[in-house]
């Protein structure tokens, strides 16, 4: 009976220490494989693991010996990352009886560079320009890793001219995580303007730059045989007003007291065209038709450069005259004499710039057949512009 008894515990015995020493590991990492270590912990031959570091993060240990012990046999050490940094891998290992850890960890960095770019702004151009010269200091980015980080810019370099309307600036940096932070901001350029300016009558405006923006210069010139009264200039101010009041062109003045021809015809050279209209005297009915219908063209001879010189009768009451100044009867010969006009019949003698000799008209000319001449045969392409601009002027 004892035998049997002893029999049944030692069968009892041998099972339970059978299934003790079985582990299951059912268990699984996707970083390392922990290795449990379920051997007896023997101080008096210890085991020691490889000094930990963990690269912006800390290792927090416990060692069953104490503080002397942080990398022996045993040892669990809990992994913790800086701010700004995710652990990747175990957050707790032990050190193993094979001396290696039971598994690795590292701090990867999350948490993109910190940059700011200047604030928006407008500049106005630049007088006399369409442009503005901007500059704004390189803005710098901080990140909770790299000390030094390259700034990129996207866009137009600082201290260079922009042009007018809405300039976009960008940054972008990039830490060596490749973690990525951008920022903008907005150049506005405005180019302040002035209105519009019309060329004088029997005149023309030369600008400067866009014609109408802040600083620009705007002189006055006078046709041929016009003479400016005003200023010479306008300029555009920065309160979008053009300075000074607007200049005129007016008729030259013109010397009839001079006592040869010779100066009398100095004064429209290069400048203006002569219609020197004669007459027997001044019941004539040519004339009189005549000068009824030159009255109603003054307006059209002004934009086509016309001056009109009237030579009346014979002597000793022969007169000659422009407009109502008189002309010595000296000048008055000499002209008959110049373009060898009759005094016996009516006639007309229309006169170029450079005081030659064009055309002559024997019987009275409608003012629509005269100006249809001289349009077709005498006026430039810049005098035609001229008087396709005013025509309306006259009706």
Not at 53 to 62: F, I, S, V, W
Not at 101 to 121: A, D, H, M, V
Request: with cysteine; glycine share 6%.
């Amino acid at each position: 009976m004892k035998r049997r008894s002893l029999l049944v515990f030692l069968s009892m015995l041998f099972y339970l220490t059978a299934v003790s020493g079985t582990t299951d590991h059912d268990g699984y990492s996707d970083i390392a494989e922990e290795e449990e270590d379920t051997t007896y912990l023997d101080y008096d031959n210890l085991h020691w693991c490889h000094s930990l570091r963990l690269t912006n993060g800390e290792a927090t240990c416990h060692s069953p010996r104490g503080r002397a012990y942080r990398t022996t046999q045993g040892t669990r050490c809990d992994m913790r990352c800086d701010r700004g940094y995710r652990l990747i891998g175990s957050s707790s290992i032990q050190c193993m009886a094979n001396r290696r850890w039971s598994g690795t960890s590292f701090c990867r960095n999350t948490e993109p560079p910190k940059i700011r770019c200047p604030r928006s702004r407008i500049k106005f151009a630049d007088p006399g320009k369409l442009t503005a010269r901007v500059s704004w200091d390189t803005p710098v980015a901080t990140d909770t890793a790299d000390k030094v980080l390259d700034v990129i810019l996207v866009g137009q370099q600082p201290g260079t001219d922009f042009n007018e309307g809405a300039n976009i600036i960008r940054y972008k940096v990039y830490d060596q995580a490749r973690n990525r932070a951008a920022c903008k901001f907005i150049i506005r350029v405005e180019v302040k303007r002035c209105p519009a300016l019309l060329p004088p009558l029997h005149g023309s405006l030369a600008c400067s730059s866009d014609i109408t923006n802040y600083g620009s210069t705007c002189e006055y010139h006078c046709d041929a045989g016009y003479e400016r009264r005003g200023v010479s200039g306008r300029v555009c101010q920065f309160d979008r007003n053009w300075s000074d009041d607007p200049a005129e062109c007016v008729p030259m003045e013109i010397k009839s007291d001079v006592k040869t021809a010779s100066a009398l015809l100095a004064q429209f050279f290069q400048k203006r065209r002569l219609l020197i209209l004669s007459a027997p005297n001044t019941s004539d009915p040519d004339y009189e038709l005549q000068n009824v219908m030159i009255q109603k063209t003054d307006c059209g001879l002004e934009l086509r450069h016309v001056t009109l010189i009237e030579l009346v009768g014979s002597p000793p009451h022969e007169t000659g005259r422009i407009k109502e100044n008189n002309l010595t009867s000296q000048v008055v010969d000499e002209l008959r004499q110049t373009f060898r006009i009759s005094r016996s019949y009516f006639s007309m003698v229309l006169v170029d710039k450079l005081g030659l000799d064009r055309e002559r008209f024997i019987t009275p000319m409608a003012s629509e057949e005269l100006f249809s001449y001289i349009d077709s045969f005498e006026l430039d392409e810049e005098e035609r512009e001229s008087l396709e601009r005013h025509r309306d002027l006259c009706d």
